[in-house]
């Protein structure tokens, strides 16, 4: 069975951090680019992250950029998102999806369930 899990989700505090992973089954990720997605309640989905397949170039948000890395492990069949420096408005269903190969934007052939991320005092 082909799929996409995420997790690493939850409870954190402003200024903190997590780390999220996107671990495939059924499939190989190696020639998949990558993406991370959020959406927060009421507002529409947003693209944080991507990391390549070929070279491992990665491209961010303005909004996370310098504050979260994403990494992939091949051996692993994982992709990593590192937030750190967490704000309240980074609060979000975190979901990741495959990417044909270079972050083109699409089409997204395969996504997990998303993990709960609440940054909150």
């Known amino acids: 069975q082909v799929q996409l899990v995420e997790s690493g989700g939850g409870l954190v505090q402003p200024g903190g951090s997590l780390r999220l992973s996107c671990a495939a089954s059924?499939?190989?990720?190696?020639?998949?680019?990558i993406d991370w997605f959020r959406q927060a309640p009421g507002k529409e989905r947003e693209g944080v992250s991507c990391?390549?397949?070929?070279?491992?170039?990665?491209y961010y948000a303005d909004s996370v950029k310098g504050r979260f890395t994403i990494s992939r492990d091949n051996a692993k069949n994982t992709v990593y998102l590192q937030m750190n420096s967490l704000k309240p408005e980074d609060t979000a269903v975190y979901y990741c999806?495959?990417?044909?190969?270079?972050?083109?934007?699409?089409?997204?052939?395969?996504w997990g369930q998303g993990t709960q991320v609440t940054v909150s005092s």
């Open positions: 990391i390549s397949s070929s070279d491992g170039s990665t």
């Open positions: 059924g499939f190989t990720l190696d020639y998949y680019a």
């Open positions: 999806a495959t990417d044909p190969g270079t972050c083109a934007g699409g089409p997204y052939d395969y």
